[in-house]
């Protein structure tokens, strides 16, 4: 088993281009989630989704889409990236709510 | 909405001594309270976690403690060694999202 994989693992980007994140899993889980880090700040949650068709805002929405059209990948989308959103991005997924969240191997995005 | 605060963001140990990161939140509803590990440059993975109604849970060197009543829970990790040196999260999660805590960056010195 892959675990949970993400497309690409780096990309620069110029002040409003757009932008497509991908995090594919092959565990059957019904829940996926996309995190940014930054130095200092932990872990926030941008969008989340609790099964295939369904998606939800967490703490750091603004500037981000999200699409869960199938249950074995979840989207992250920027439409016009800003250089605020430079950072190293994060896709997980879990079988359920309170239990193990299983990380990608993250995604390092520069917005010049 | 919930608040987790993690302390200390540094900590520098001895190999072999002790270390001990605190967590406090505020959502007393909340009842999940997972530490995941990241090493530099790799993805958090989980190392232990604890659910509202256990005070207590240890695993190996690593233990954790929860005291619902003030609102905090704690790392503890013993006998420490050089592959225990990485940044430590704390995270809270209720009925909804879940959120980290800022991270604690562990040093054990030789």
């Known amino acids: 088993n892959a675990g949970v994989t993400q497309t690409p693992k780096f990309r620069v980007l110029k002040t409003g281009q757009s932008m497509t994140l991908l995090c594919a899993q092959d565990?059957?889980?019904?829940?996926m989630y996309w995190y940014r880090q930054d130095p200092g700040m932990g872990l926030r949650l941008i969008h989340y989704s609790v099964g295939e068709g369904t998606t939800a805002k967490g703490e750091v929405p603004d500037g981000y889409n999200v699409s869960r059209l199938k249950k074995q990948n979840f989207l992250l989308g920027l439409e016009s990236a800003a250089p605020s959103q430079t950072s190293v991005y994060f896709c997980?997924?879990?079988?359920?709510?309170?239990?193990?969240?299983?990380f990608g191997p993250g995604t390092r995005l520069t917005v010049l | 909405g919930e608040n987790v605060e993690q302390h200390p963001s540094t900590l520098s140990v001895q190999e072999g001594d002790s270390a001990v990161i605190k967590c406090t939140y505020s959502d007393s509803a909340s009842n999940y309270f997972p530490w995941y590990k990241q090493e530099l440059g790799k993805r958090p993975q989980l190392i232990i976690d604890?659910?509202?109604?256990?005070g207590e849970k240890k695993d190996q060197r690593i233990a954790v403690t929860l005291n619902k009543t003030a609102k905090h829970f704690s790392l503890h990790i013993t006998e420490t060694q050089p592959e225990d040196s990485a940044v430590y999260f704390c995270a809270v999660q209720g009925d909804d999202k879940i959120i980290f805590g800022k991270g604690t960056r562990l040093h054990i010195l030789p």
């Open positions: 604890i659910r509202s109604n256990v």
């Open positions: 565990m059957n889980h019904e829940y």
């Open positions: 997980a997924s879990s079988y359920s709510l309170r239990v193990e969240q299983y």
